[in-house]
């Protein structure tokens, strides 16, 4: 993504609109709805050799091969077994290639969310253990804060180690 | 030409135009060129100039609508349908008097004559005048847009008579290809004429009239017009190559050409009296007649007053019984009827969607059987009702596969060419058979065989078979003959390319490998492993090997393609005899046929293709070198040992190589041991890609969706052996203490039959 997408991003109108909303060791998270196209329940998955442990491996995602990351490993969080309510939230992001399906292995799901420009803050400079760029701000909402992510940056391919 | 039948081809030409001015939208710029065509189609039959005016009119307006200076392009476009219909009644001498022609023809002119001037200067009229006046970038784009239609156009077109006038050649009394292939010309000068194009053009023209002598038989098909049309196929594919990027560079659209030069041809072409015809060639491919036959019969042909068909000259002579030319002539026929097929052009994405589906429902059909709830109730009609279903899925499945098959014959008669060209510059003669083309092959295998086929014909012709008279010489026809065959075999294709040529020399690739390095003595290896010693990279890179072996030119770069498809390539030869070369490959690269191993929890699938044999450790095989390569020794062959489970880290269930399974594997003539737990058969599976995100990961091709909808990954052998490295190129391991000649280079005698577990 250029500079000119990132002033973009700082700008309101990115941010407006749903989010899902989700879980991820006690934090809530949110990543635009218009990149999610289905939630699954957790399936088998068939681990891949020689990769950096987030990216789980691969699932049969109704004849399609789609591969999975672990977004708690992802950011560096600490690996928890995965049970009943884990789900997996299957993406489409941004390939070079045009759209890439993946899916993200998240706690929870907890809700559809919409967020209000005016409620959303740039992200904060703070020596965060996440990278500030897979951040697009932070919502404040009642419940408390979410944090948007900005998925296609998150699950692009270099930052998942699977470049060569 | 009489005027009576310059009157029925006018009247025949106005109804074309009739018939394509139905088809036009005015908003599809080839449709409108094809109309354009048409109405320049009347104008020049129209010799006496009846129609004129009124033709002349009704294409400007056409024209305008092209160019996009017509703001209602439906209203223009019924002008030209209200002009044709006063061509079509002027025709029809349906006016008594020559005066109501002349006020209808008047009334028409000047209903549409004073319309360019309006639409120009009349501010209403939108769109009209601010699109012809000072090229604005709209227009430009417009423009572009224009040749954009025309370039993708006319290739195609050009695509399509390089192999009808290769077939041209072998029935050059068929109407219906020589109509196509007119037909094509006509419209290329047709549309390059209203946009200048006019090198592309005057190609066009000429070569449209030679056509038209041929159409009316005052020429016939020979070896140089065929020669000529392509020539020319190849200067206007030369001349509308770099238009697009000509326009958007601002240069003029057209490059120079040698017209000259053409027009010389093409006169010289024009001279040339006709050569042999189709039907003796047909004959004399099949065998029945001599060529000096056909010759004699074609020189009674042409001395007669009323020259008779040469099939009945023949028959006449008793140079070949009436069947035997009725079937040539069937066979004649058949080849322009199949071209009539009809297709529906589907996105191959939604080939794989569809694929993908069926698939599912196999899995999900078998895992509603496996229920144990069902087998509770063990109803009659719901287990008919079941076997039912999937007898209908089966159907379903096998129909999906087959949407991607297509016939063999585009990419053999691609070679046609090839073989014609190198023939020529090899100054050699070559006649090129094919049969089973109609054999069926997945869609995108066809662009993965060419490359490879393209190495082995030339291979075939370039070292393979000699020159004129070193055949001579050696006691065969002059004329070399490459067969090119294709046919199903246990579900692969087998592709043969045999040529009746010189042979491998077996002393001579001995030496050049011994040379090379590659082996230490032949004396030990059947002619089968030296056979395939011309497949070894580097056999034939160093210095020309036609002057040592007279093969191997790229040869690696052919066994490389076929084992990326999971295909096998084989070779068998005599000397003095010919060369046959037999690829084996998978019908589809949708499907590979996979053997389903268990390491650990997962399953992996090693493409059979790979697999030389599978076998349990007899004690004493396995040992180290230097403590840390592990090697198996099976039957005196050494070859390095490779834990799939440290490959793809996973905990096995036996991590003792004499407890587990052995199975050795080869690619690129490397073999190699991989080490799994246990064998779960032979499976058929549909190959799924792992997508963009993972397309650089090594020792895996892709997934396969098994029985349990679980994913299991195919291994990728090369992969497998660049990732755990060591050994050179024949499997050698570095450093190894054994006797060198102990080492089977290929190892291909434990080929054959691989011992299932």
């Known amino acids: 993504m250029g500079e000119s997408a990132k002033k973009l991003r700082a700008g309101a109108g990115e941010k407006e609109g749903k989010y899902l909303g989700f879980e991820l060791a006690g934090e809530n998270y949110g990543l635009e709805i218009l990149k999610v196209r289905e939630i699954i329940g957790m399936m088998d998955i068939t681990p891949l050799p020689q990769l950096p442990s987030h990216v789980k491996g691969v699932i049969n995602l109704r004849g399609k091969v789609i591969p999975v990351v672990d977004l708690r490993l992802k950011f560096g969080l600490e690996a928890s077994a995965y049970h009943e309510r884990t789900c997996i939230i299957v993406v489409e992001t941004r390939g070079s290639n045009g759209p890439v399906l993946m899916g993200i292995v998240v706690d929870t799901v907890s809700e559809v969310m919409s967020v209000d420009p005016a409620d959303v803050e740039a992200t904060p400079e703070l020596g965060l253990r996440l990278d500030a760029d897979y951040i697009m701000g932070l919502a404040k909402q009642r419940e408390g804060v979410k944090i948007l992510l900005d998925i296609d940056r998150v699950l692009n391919v270099q930052e998942l180690g699977l470049g060569m | ?757």
């Open chain 2, 1 to 757: 030409m009489s005027q009576e039948h310059e009157g029925e081809q006018l009247s025949g030409a106005v109804s074309a135009l009739a018939a394509q001015l139905v088809l036009t939208d005015p908003s599809d710029i080839p449709s409108m060129g094809r109309l354009l065509n048409s109405l320049e189609r009347v104008a020049e039959t129209d010799q006496a100039g009846v129609l004129r005016q009124v033709c002349e009119a009704s294409r400007q307006i056409a024209e305008r609508l092209v160019m996009g200076e017509v703001g209602d392009a439906a209203a223009a476009l019924e002008q030209v349908a209200a002009g044709t219909a006063l061509m079509q009644e002027i025709l029809d001498g349906r006016f008594k008097g020559l005066k109501t022609k002349e006020m209808r023809i008047e009334a028409f002119l000047s209903q549409v004559g004073g319309r360019p001037a309006e639409c120009q200067s009349a501010p209403g009229q939108e769109g009209a005048g601010a699109k012809s006046q000072p090229p604005d970038d709209n227009a430009e784009a417009m423009d572009l847009d224009l040749y954009r239609s025309f370039v993708a156009e006319a290739t195609e077109g050009l695509e399509q008579i390089e192999v009808k006038v290769l077939s041209l050649e072998e029935s050059p009394d068929d109407k219906e290809l020589l109509n196509a292939i007119f037909r094509t010309f006509h419209t290329l000068k047709g549309t390059s004429g209203f946009l200048s194009l006019e090198a592309v053009n005057h190609i066009a023209h000429h070569t449209e009239n030679l056509l038209d002598k041929m159409r009316d038989s005052r020429l016939r098909a020979n070896h140089q017009i065929v020669d000529f049309i392509l020539d020319t196929v190849d200067l206007v594919k030369g001349l509308i190559g770099g238009i697009l990027e000509r326009i958007e560079a601002g240069k003029s659209p057209e490059i120079d050409v040698d017209l000259e030069a053409f027009s010389r041809k093409l006169a010289a072409v024009e001279s040339e009296p006709g050569a042999t015809p189709a039907l003796g060639e047909v004959l004399v491919q099949k065998g029945l007649v001599s060529s000096e036959d056909i010759d004699a019969a074609l020189a009674q042909q042409g001395s007669a007053e009323q020259p008779a068909k040469l099939g009945e000259i023949l028959v006449h002579e008793g140079k070949a019984t009436a069947k035997e030319v009725t079937q040539a002539l069937r066979e004649q026929k058949q080849i322009a009827s199949e071209a009539a097929a009809r297709t529906v052009r589907v996105d191959t994405s939604k080939l794989d969607n569809l694929v993908d589906m069926v698939g599912e429902l196999v899995i999900t059909q078998s895992q509603v059987r496996q229920n144990p709830q069902l087998g509770g109730a063990l109803d009659q009609k719901l287990t008919r009702d079941l076997s039912q279903l999937s007898r209908i899925i089966s159907d379903l499945q096998r129909t999906a596969m087959s949407l991607r098959m297509v016939p063999i014959r585009q990419t053999f008669q691609k070679m046609i060419r090839l073989v014609r060209d190198l023939a020529k510059k090899s100054d050699k003669e070559v006649e090129l058979v094919m049969q089973g083309d109609e054999t069926e092959i997945d869609r995108n295998m066809v662009d993965e065989i060419y490359e490879p086929l393209v190495h082995m014909v030339r291979n075939a012709i370039d070292h393979g078979l000699e020159r004129p008279e070193e055949r001579e010489a050696a006691g065969k026809s002059r004329c070399g003959r490459v067969l090119l065959r294709a046919y199903h075999k246990g579900g692969s294709i087998i592709i043969e390319i045999s040529e009746d040529g010189r042979g491998l020399h077996r002393e001579r690739i001995v030496a050049k490998a011994i040379e090379k390095g590659l082996i230490d003595r032949g004396d030990h290896l059947d002619d089968h492993e030296v056979w395939n010693l011309i497949f070894a990279a580097g056999f034939s890179t160093a210095e020309k090997v036609s002057e040592v072996s007279g093969r191997g030119v790229g040869m690696d770069v052919v066994r490389r393609a076929v084992e990326k498809l999971h295909g096998k390539i084989d070779i068998q030869s005599t000397l003095g005899q010919g060369t046959i070369f037999s690829m084996r490959l998978p019908l589809t690269m949708a499907i590979i046929d996979g053997m389903v191993v268990k390491v650990g929890p997962e399953r992996y699938i090693i493409p059979t293709a790979a697999v030389r044999e599978s076998l349990r450790l007899e004690r004493g095989a396995y040992f180290t070198v230097a403590g840390r390569g592990e090697m198996i020794n099976i039957r005196g062959k050494l070859m390095p040992l490779i834990r799939l489970h440290q490959l793809f880290d996973v905990v096995p269930r036996y991590s003792d190589p004499y407890t587990s399974l052995i199975v050795v594997v080869e690619n690129e003539g490397r073999q190699k041991c991989l080490m799994v737990d246990e064998l779960l058969g032979k499976q058929e599976l549909v190959i799924k890609s792992l997508g963009e995100a993972l397309k650089s990961l090594k020792g895996v091709t892709g997934g396969a969706i098994l029985g349990d909808g679980r994913v299991g990954l195919i291994m990728d052998v090369g992969g497998i052996f660049d990732l755990t490295g060591g050994g050179d190129r024949l499997g050698r391991p570095p450093a190894m203490g054994a006797e060198p000649g102990d080492i089977d280079l290929f190892g291909l005698d434990a080929g054959g039959e691989p011992a299932m577990a």
